[in-house]
């Protein structure tokens, strides 16, 4: 489910920006992520018949490649679209509800900041632990105080087989840090959407790892 280096790409029309989102989520898919999560969130977020239509057409794109399709947030449409997993945060839905809504065939994500919310996402069938921020973020507006990778290390102390994926500020070049805290994946929306050239820059981060003292 997350082989390292998990490169775990997340992206929403509002982060795209005047790039074309189909275009980036291709470059990024041909670059080598291993994973994609819809998040659709913020100013003039698809909602509706023209989300779904969106998602469908990201959920084409990741099925060529053979990449999860991930969706934030949204259970239902998840569900309708039997994607490959959702991601809740710890004010969405309770991850028990959603795993007894999806079933145990979806991947199920839980945003967590402690090892109490670790083990309580765990114990409520969570397959992977989003953490963060890591480091500055500009793509969650209520985005909580960067903590470093302190807790992840806490965390992958405490649970060693669940896979923690690190999220916030990270880029090819500070990516070393969070591998070696021992996440099983990085997670980046603004890294891969900005960079020049999509497919370099999921490159580098594939090679950041080799780079780790693990
Ligand atoms: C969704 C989310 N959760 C914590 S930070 C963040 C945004 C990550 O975006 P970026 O990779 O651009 O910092
Ligand atoms: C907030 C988040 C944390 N982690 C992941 C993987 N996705 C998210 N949307
Ligand atoms: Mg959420």
Same mark, same amino acid.
């Given at each position: 489910m997350f082989t390292k280096p998990s490169i775990y790409y997340i992206l929403g029309t509002p982060n795209a920006g005047e790039r074309d989102p189909l275009k980036l989520l291709e470059e990024a898919l041909k670059g080598g992520i291993s994973h994609f999560q819809l998040r659709e969130k913020g100013m003039n977020a698809l909602t509706g018949q023209s989300l779904k239509e969106f998602a469908l057409k990201c959920q084409a794109l990741c099925r060529k490649y053979g990449v999860p399709f991930i969706i934030n947030d949204d259970v239902e449409l998840a569900h309708e679209l039997n994607a490959d997993g959702v991601h809740v945060g710890q004010e969405d839905a309770k991850a028990s509800d959603v795993r007894a809504r999806v079933g145990d065939r979806m991947m199920l994500g839980v945003s967590v900041h402690s090892v109490e919310e670790a083990a309580e996402a765990i114990q409520n069938g969570a397959d992977y632990l989003g953490m963060g921020p890591i480091y500055g973020t %500009? =793509? %969650? =507006?209520?985005? %909580?105080a960067p903590s470093g990778v302190s807790k992840i290390i806490q965390v992958r102390e405490r649970f060693p087989e669940a896979p923690v994926i690190g999220i916030g500020g990270i880029t090819a070049d500070n990516a070393e840090a969070v591998w070696e805290a021992g996440a099983a994946g990085i997670a980046v929306i603004s890294a891969i959407t900005e960079a020049g050239n999509v497919q370099e820059e999921v490159q580098k981060m594939v090679a950041s790892y080799k780079g780790a003292i693990l």
């Open positions: %500009k =793509s %969650k =507006s209520d985005a %909580k």
